[in-house]
């Protein structure tokens, strides 16, 4: 999607680029839940004015600031930032939920967060997507921050609850509170090419509702540290859009930054892993 938003925002605003995507986000769901009966979502009365709540400060929080930051970043170094987001998650969770943090997660906390200072301070630049203004490249940090604390509260609030249609439920909450913002992105339907709605359309359908989908089949049939690990590939998968469709490479020290960045919130998701052998303990 950062490819994507990199082509629509020489065109609108983040803003408008979030109220169309999330518009057709959620008619794409609606469809879903209308043609699939087992996808409906199910949420008991009590939980839902916190839902309300919680996606209506997570989502357009998570969201709009990892598409402004891109008028300062290169498409894959946005990419590699927001993956500060396990790490985040790590410890808030240690905060929120109680989870024990070890001193390699906090190593690894303060690892990415160096890493992510090389990307601001040396990967903003110049031309018609960016300029030198690392204050702006590191609004991309919210967007991580944002999702992780949707994600904590979700987990201890609505854990219990099918989280691919619950997520669809958020997301149109989300729809619902770019209402003010709709006037002015329906002003700018007309300024798209044809191009520009295949990636608009691309976000909605191919980078929101079948990522989701997958994404939670995948949580399904693996377990959740291996399913994580494939968010390292976003970054990759980015760089190699970014160069192969626009040409955009990043700098050598921008790169070595993204490596200690992932590889700081590799060190956040370790676990202490303990087997039993002989009768004894063996901790790995």
Not at 56 to 81: E, F, M
Not at 123 to 145: E, M, Q, T
Not at 205 to 211: E, S
């Amino acid at each position: 999607m950062f490819v994507a938003y990199a082509y629509l925002l020489p065109t609108v605003s983040a803003t408008k680029i979030i109220t169309i995507r999330f518009v057709l986000v959620s008619i794409s769901f609606l469809i879903v839940f209308a043609l699939v009966k087992k996808s409906r979502p199910k949420i008991p009365r009590e939980k839902f004015g916190r839902l309300i709540l919680l996606a209506a400060i997570g989502i357009p929080g998570s969201q709009l600031p990892a598409i402004h930051s891109q008028n300062y970043l290169s498409p894959s170094l946005a990419s590699v930032l927001v993956t500060t987001s396990p790490a985040w998650a790590a410890v808030l969770s240690g905060w929120i939920l109680r989870e024990k943090l070890r001193k390699v997660q906090i190593a690894g906390f303060a690892i990415a967060f160096f890493g992510a200072a090389i990307v601001i301070t040396f990967g903003s630049g110049s031309g018609a997507l960016s300029v030198d203004n690392p204050w702006g490249a590191a609004l991309c940090l919210i967007a991580p921050f944002t999702w992780a604390v949707f994600n904590v509260l979700y987990k201890r609030e609505f854990g219990d609850l099918d989280p691919f249609s619950t997520i669809g439920i958020c997301l149109i909450i989300g729809s619902f509170v770019m209402i003010p913002f709709y006037r002015s992105a329906a002003s700018s339907l007309g300024d798209f090419s044809g191009s520009q709605w295949g990636w608009m359309i691309y976000t909605a359908i191919g980078g929101t509702v079948l990522a989701y989908y997958l994404w939670y089949w995948a949580l399904q049939r693996l377990e959740a540290n291996k399913t994580m690990s494939y968010n390292y590939a976003v970054p990759i998968s980015a760089l190699l859009w970014s160069w192969l469709v626009m040409g955009i490479f990043p700098s050598i020290i921008s790169i070595l930054g993204g490596v200690i960045l992932i590889g700081g919130v590799y060190l956040t998701q370790t676990r202490r892993s303990v087997k039993r052998k002989d009768k004894s303990l063996e901790i790995k």
